[in-house]
């Protein structure tokens, strides 16, 4: 059916041509265009027009001048005409939606009447309707064969999220009652998305902005892994929902990562950007249009735009504009303007707005300034709200994105509509709440509205029923975190013997991993769960032969023949492809590895991710995610790869990792290990397995893997306990010396305690007992626990940590020696007998030769001999005099370059 010009041209205007006129012919130009343009509709119709316009644009792109922009006009694109009917009741959904709205704002304004937790209003204000009409017709909850819509809520928008669970039964006015007050009797509720605090509510965090949106984009992708992998059963597919704020997209984060779904077509994501053009200080973009910008970026990046800018009273208004006008008007203002026309009365938007061109004044003479200034926004438009969503639901072969023109606090009037203080504002006074009520028709009475009356209608009311009914149709509540533990197969440790015995070649932990996880993928339990995630560095870590073995995922599968096809490890591209490779991102690397390690929760199939990376650019560049990843409950393995300050040497200071063991040792969830020998990786993974998989702990791990080749023992008798717990004496010192020291090593930086304690006892008369030190962590968690349940009963028998139990009888002096920082080990030195001493990495580091390094940072072989002496000169063990011939035996210069640390 071909579209009339006006249908077309008439209401819409087509892209907007930014470019100005400047040589005085532009009128005459325009004309002629037009008429081309509406003869080329009436005999082509739109679409071949369309394809017409595409390719005279192309062209002029092959020019040194700039094309219009990817942006249409500033209206709606949806047309009226083209809306589907709304298919819910409207008036009982807007009385549910007011309810929702007073509980929301109720229990942030109570908690703040007596405390000073704090809570935001004017985010959920702005974006009731935004959520509402997805509850009532599109979020799709977990059913057995359907996992349920994956839905990322702006975090600060949780107390509508909580108001309507209050409403659905969900939450009891105590929990309401305790917003942001956790610790308060009978339980409260979390600030924000928390899974970790709201196992059973909440998905997926999202408060720290930006990362609820890269995390929603790899989610989506990985939900299309996992059905190519043939790993999931559902009916049909779920969609990934995520709300976001307009000020949030200014993080990286946000759209740093959004080609992503494009390129894979991934038609399974919808986001929602809550353009209510306000952050938290003042206006995103003032000087511009937030919403005309992030069209530009996302249609330039692959992605099925829709915008919601207008309410259903402008479209008459725009519909009798002939002049073309009120699209420029509409165009020329900027942010700040329309800012300004919500917090202004609607004499000022008539004018301002309208008035700037008289001819647009006639447009609003029928209605009173009361009626302009009530005049919608799109987002708090239900039945522009439904049209995006139906569209977005149905769109194929590209991801979408709804820019959702709304108010910041709607609905607060003077309290904070539209002002920049409303991200802000907790409290309302008497008068604001009666205002409030009377807005949104809450039967609430006056003798009681001080005491902000949480309200709930019946279970047998209208207005119940009908959100109970939509939500059972739907499949169900949304957030709710569903966990049905799923056990797997998981090897037990005599599966990998062959790993527990003496390497017969010197080789690094980084290739004994290599090892372990081929011996996993052979593994029939749970091979077809493991996830192995790279970021561009396979070849780094030698594990490019799994390319060929387990292939890269790839939603096209190889469109080319790779230039290495000839050869064992070629770049293998396949549809059903195992490992993520994701480029150089780290931050999309955590995403997945997040989407992969909660799979157990949000599909009720367990993976085991396998995250490998340089280890410099884990926590350090993207700690955030690895915090979320304790927030999430995510399970799994993160390998850093190249750590140790020294190890990896000729990088240079960028490169080398002295501190991942610390900043992983600051997740409550994560469980760091620094292993210094195959079999003790082996022991570690196979419990983790067991842990996570089998007895269903919520907890992940991270491993240091280093790149120095060095002589793989086989593991001594019953050392598999100390392995775990973080401390086990590896090597016993020489029997028949006086003097007794102890070295505590790990990682690569074992080679140096272990040879160390050979000199000490041949040259120096010292009988040292090498330790392996696998998590400072995990020893100092535990004797923390023991410490404060001491300090609290101060009269029953003191506990015992594992570390002071292990080392009670141990005599002389204590030192250990790291590849990282000295506060990795020192973690544990409370709980030393006699204290330690302990040799680190600090500083920056250097690209140079390993043993300059380790000469340099003070952990070589001949440091640690020395730091053993003195460690027992300072306990008068020995005399200082023996430590001073050490220095000239083994040829160290007192006086050498240090690193420098202020
Ligand atoms: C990473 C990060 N930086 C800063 C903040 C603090 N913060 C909380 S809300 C907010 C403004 C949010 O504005 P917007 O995204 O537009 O959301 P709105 O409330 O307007 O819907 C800021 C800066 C945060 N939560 N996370
Ligand atoms: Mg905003």
């Given at each position: 059916?071909?579209?009339?010009?006006?249908?077309?041209?008439?209401?819409?205007?087509?892209?907007?041509?930014?470019?100005?006129?400047?040589?005085?012919?532009?009128?005459?130009?325009?004309?002629?265009?037009?008429?081309?343009?509406?003869?080329?509709?009436?005999?082509?119709?739109?679409?071949?027009?369309a394809?017409?316009?595409?390719?005279?644009?192309?062209?002029?792109?092959?020019?040194?001048?700039p094309?219009?922009?990817?942006?249409?006009?500033?209206i709606?694109?949806?047309?009226?005409?083209?809306?589907?009917?709304?298919?819910?009741?409207?008036?009982?959904?807007?009385?549910?939606?007011?309810?929702?709205?007073?509980?929301?704002?109720?229990?942030?304004v109570?908690?703040?009447?007596?405390?000073?937790?704090?809570?935001?209003?004017?985010?959920?204000?702005?974006?009731?309707?935004?959520?509402?009409?997805?509850?009532?017709?599109?979020?799709?909850?977990?059913?057995?064969?359907?996992?349920?819509?994956?839905?990322?809520?702006?975090?600060?928008?949780?107390?509508?999220?909580y108001?309507?669970?209050?409403?659905?039964?969900?939450?009891?006015?105590?929990?309401?009652?305790?917003?942001?007050?956790?610790?308060?009797?009978?339980?409260?509720?979390?600030s924000?998305?928390?899974?970790?605090?709201?196992?059973?509510?909440?998905?997926?965090?999202?408060?720290?902005?930006?990362?609820?949106?890269?995390?929603?984009?790899?989610?989506?992708?990985?939900?299309?892994?996992?059905?190519?992998?043939?790993?999931?059963?559902?009916?049909?597919?779920?969609?990934?929902?995520?709300?976001?704020?307009?000020?949030?997209?200014?993080?990286?984060?946000s759209?740093?990562?959004?080609?992503?779904?494009?390129?894979?077509?991934?038609?399974?994501?919808?986001?929602?950007v809550?353009?209510?053009?306000?952050?938290?200080?003042?206006?995103?973009r003032?000087?511009?249009?937030?919403?005309?910008e992030?069209?530009?970026?996302?249609?330039?990046?692959g992605?099925?735009?829709?915008?919601?800018?207008?309410?259903?009273?402008?479209?008459?208004?725009?519909?009798?504009?002939?002049?073309?006008l009120?699209l420029?008007?509409?165009?020329?203002?900027?942010?700040?303007?329309?800012?300004?026309?919500?917090?202004?009365?609607?004499?000022?938007?008539?004018?301002?707005?309208?008035?700037?061109?008289?001819?647009?004044?006639?447009?609003?003479?029928?209605?009173?300034?009361?009626?302009?200034?009530?005049?919608?926004?799109?987002?708090?438009?239900?039945?522009?709200?439904?049209s995006?969503?139906?569209?977005?639901?149905?769109?194929?072969?590209?991801?979408?994105?709804?820019?959702?023109?709304?108010?910041?606090?709607?609905?607060?009037?003077?309290?904070?509509?539209?002002?920049?203080?409303?991200?802000?504002?907790?409290?309302?006074?008497?008068?604001?709440?009666?205002?409030?009520?009377?807005?949104?028709?809450?039967?609430?009475?006056?003798?009681?509205?001080?005491?902000?009356?949480?309200?709930?209608?019946?279970?047998?009311?209208?207005?119940?029923?009908?959100?109970?009914?939509?939500?059972?149709?739907?499949?169900?509540?949304?957030?709710?975190?569903?966990?049905?533990?799923?056990t797997?197969?998981?090897?037990?440790?005599?599966?990998?013997?062959?790993?527990?015995?003496?390497?017969?070649?010197?080789?690094?932990?980084?290739?004994?991993?290599?090892?372990?996880?081929?011996?996993?993928?052979?593994?029939?339990?749970?091979?077809?769960?493991?996830?192995?995630?790279?970021?561009?560095?396979?070849?780094?870590?030698?594990?490019?032969?799994?390319?060929?073995?387990?292939?890269?995922?790839?939603?096209?599968?190889?469109?080319?023949?790779?230039?290495?096809?000839?050869?064992?490890?070629?770049?293998?591209?396949?549809?059903?492809?195992?490992?993520?490779?994701?480029?150089?991102?780290?931050?999309?690397?955590?995403?997945?590895?997040?989407?992969?390690?909660?799979?157990?929760?949000?599909?009720g199939?367990?993976?085991?991710?396998?995250?490998?990376?340089?280890?410099?650019?884990?926590?350090?560049?993207?700690?955030?995610?690895?915090?979320?990843?304790?927030?999430?409950?995510?399970?799994?393995f993160?390998?850093?790869?190249?750590?140790?300050?020294?190890?990896?040497?000729?990088?240079?200071?960028?490169?080398?990792?002295?501190?991942?063991?610390?900043?992983?040792?600051?997740?409550?969830?994560?469980?760091?290990?620094?292993?210094?020998f195959?079999?003790?990786?082996?022991?570690?993974?196979?419990?983790?397995?067991?842990?996570?998989?089998?007895?269903?702990?919520?907890?992940?791990?991270?491993?240091?893997?280093?790149?120095?080749?060095?002589?793989?023992?086989?593991?001594?008798?019953?050392?598999?306990?100390?392995?775990?717990?973080?401390?086990?004496?590896?090597?016993?010192?020489?029997?028949?010396?006086?003097?007794?020291?102890?070295?505590?090593?790990?990682?690569?930086?074992?080679?140096?305690?272990?040879?160390?304690?050979e000199?000490?006892?041949?040259?120096?008369?010292?009988?040292?007992?090498?330790?392996?030190?696998?998590?400072?962590?995990?020893?100092?968690?535990?004797?923390?626990?023991?410490?404060?349940?001491?300090?609290?009963?101060?009269?029953?028998?003191?506990?015992?940590?594992?570390?002071?139990?292990?080392?009670?009888?141990?005599?002389?002096?204590?030192?250990?020696?790291?590849?990282?920082?000295?506060?990795?080990?020192?973690?544990?030195?409370?709980?030393?007998?006699?204290?330690?001493?302990?040799?680190?990495?600090?500083?920056?580091?250097?690209?140079?030769?390993?043993?300059?390094?380790?000469?340099f940072?003070?952990?070589?072989?001949?440091?640690?001999?020395?730091?053993?002496?003195?460690?027992?000169?300072?306990?008068?063990?020995?005399?200082?005099?023996?430590?001073?011939?050490?220095?000239?035996?083994?040829?160290?210069?007192?006086?050498?370059?240090?690193?420098?640390?202020?």
């Open positions: 059916m071909k579209a009339s010009k006006k249908e077309i041209y008439g209401s819409r205007g087509g892209i907007t041509s930014t470019a100005t006129n400047g040589n005085g012919h532009g009128d005459k130009l325009d004309e002629s265009l037009q008429s081309v343009f509406e003869l080329a509709l009436e005999s082509h119709g739109p679409e071949r027009t394809q017409l316009l595409e390719k005279l644009a192309g062209q002029l792109r092959t020019t040194p001048r094309v219009a922009g990817q942006t249409t006009p500033y709606n694109t949806i047309r009226p005409e083209e809306q589907p009917q709304y298919p819910g009741d409207r008036d009982i959904e807007r009385r549910i939606k007011s309810i929702i709205r007073w509980n929301a704002m109720a229990m942030v109570k908690a703040n009447s007596n405390t000073n937790v704090g809570g935001h209003i004017a985010s959920f204000a702005s974006s009731a309707t935004l959520y509402e009409v997805a509850q009532n017709h599109f979020f799709r909850g977990r059913t057995d064969d359907f996992p349920g819509d994956q839905v990322y809520f702006q975090g600060h928008a949780a107390p509508g999220m108001a309507r669970a209050f409403m659905e039964g969900r939450l009891d006015e105590q929990h309401l009652q305790n917003f942001r007050q956790e610790l308060a009797g009978g339980g409260g509720l979390s924000y998305p928390h899974p970790y605090l709201m196992p059973d509510f909440w998905q997926f965090p999202t408060v720290s902005m930006g990362l609820g949106p890269i995390m929603s984009l790899y989610q989506a992708r990985f939900n299309r892994y996992l059905q190519a992998r043939g790993l999931t059963n559902w009916k049909e597919e779920p969609k990934v929902w995520a709300f976001l704020g307009d000020g949030e997209s200014d993080e990286p984060e759209l740093g990562a959004i080609t992503l779904a494009a390129r894979e077509n991934l038609d399974n994501i919808i986001w929602v809550n353009c209510n053009l306000q952050r938290l200080d003042g206006p995103v003032g000087n511009g249009k937030i919403i005309q992030l069209e530009g970026l996302f249609r330039g990046a992605w099925n735009v829709i915008k919601v800018i207008w309410g259903t009273e402008w479209d008459e208004i725009i519909r009798r504009d002939k002049s073309g009120l420029k008007r509409m165009d020329e203002c900027v942010d700040g303007d329309y800012q300004k026309y919500i917090v202004e009365p609607g004499s000022y938007t008539r004018k301002h707005f309208f008035g700037k061109y008289p001819q647009l004044l006639e447009l609003v003479n029928h209605l009173s300034d009361e009626q302009i200034s009530k005049l919608l926004r799109g987002g708090h438009d239900v039945r522009k709200m439904y995006a969503y139906k569209a977005a639901t149905d769109h194929k072969g590209q991801p979408t994105v709804i820019l959702a023109k709304t108010v910041k606090g709607y609905g607060l009037g003077e309290a904070g509509e539209g002002k920049n203080i409303s991200h802000q504002q907790k409290k309302m006074n008497e008068k604001e709440l009666r205002e409030f009520r009377k807005r949104f028709n809450i039967p609430i009475n006056d003798d009681v509205i001080a005491d902000m009356p949480f309200f709930r209608p019946p279970p047998d009311s209208i207005e119940s029923k009908y959100l109970l009914d939509r939500r059972k149709k739907l499949g169900g509540f949304i957030p709710a975190r569903i966990v049905k533990p799923v797997l197969d998981v090897p037990k440790l005599d599966y990998f013997t062959e790993l527990l015995k003496a390497g017969k070649t010197e080789v690094s932990t980084t290739t004994a991993f290599g090892g372990l996880l081929r011996l996993l993928l052979r593994h029939k339990g749970i091979s077809k769960c493991l996830v192995p995630i790279i970021p561009d560095e396979a070849r780094t870590f030698g594990l490019d032969v799994l390319f060929r073995e387990i292939g890269i995922y790839s939603a096209k599968g190889q469109l080319y023949e790779p230039v290495d096809r000839n050869i064992l490890s070629f770049y293998n591209e396949t549809k059903d492809g195992q490992i993520l490779e994701e480029g150089i991102t780290e931050a999309g690397s955590m995403a997945s590895f997040i989407a992969s390690g909660t799979s157990y929760a949000s599909h199939t367990p993976t085991i991710p396998f995250y490998i990376y340089y280890s410099m650019f884990g926590p350090q560049r993207v700690g955030d995610l690895f915090w979320l990843a304790g927030d999430i409950r995510a399970k799994g993160l390998l850093g790869a190249t750590s140790g300050r020294t190890s990896l040497n000729g990088e240079g200071l960028q490169h080398q990792d002295g501190h991942s063991l610390l900043l992983t040792s600051t997740v409550p969830t994560c469980l760091p290990y620094d292993p210094a195959g079999f003790e990786l082996t022991v570690i993974v196979a419990d983790g397995l067991r842990r996570m998989y089998v007895e269903h702990e919520e907890i992940f791990y991270y491993l240091a893997l280093y790149n120095e080749n060095h002589p793989m023992p086989a593991m001594p008798g019953g050392a598999e306990e100390g392995i775990l717990k973080g401390l086990y004496k590896f090597k016993p010192g020489a029997e028949d010396k006086k003097v007794k020291a102890h070295i505590l090593g790990s990682g690569s930086i074992m080679q140096s305690a272990l040879k160390a304690q000199i000490l006892a041949e040259k120096y008369g010292v009988s040292a007992d090498v330790w392996s030190a696998t998590s400072y962590k995990l020893l100092r968690s535990d004797a923390i626990r023991c410490q404060r349940w001491n300090m609290l009963h101060p009269t029953l028998p003191a506990k015992k940590s594992y570390v002071e139990t292990l080392l009670a009888k141990e005599t002389g002096a204590f030192v250990a020696v790291s590849d990282n920082i000295r506060t990795v080990p020192d973690q544990i030195a409370p709980w030393i007998p006699g204290g330690l001493f302990t040799l680190g990495t600090d500083g920056f580091g250097r690209s140079d030769t390993r043993e300059r390094l380790r000469r940072f003070g952990v070589d072989v001949e440091s640690t001999v020395i730091g053993t002496l003195y460690a027992l000169a300072e306990k008068k063990l020995i005399d200082r005099k023996v430590v001073a011939q050490a220095i000239k035996d083994l040829g160290v210069d007192p006086d050498m370059a240090q690193p420098e640390i202020v």
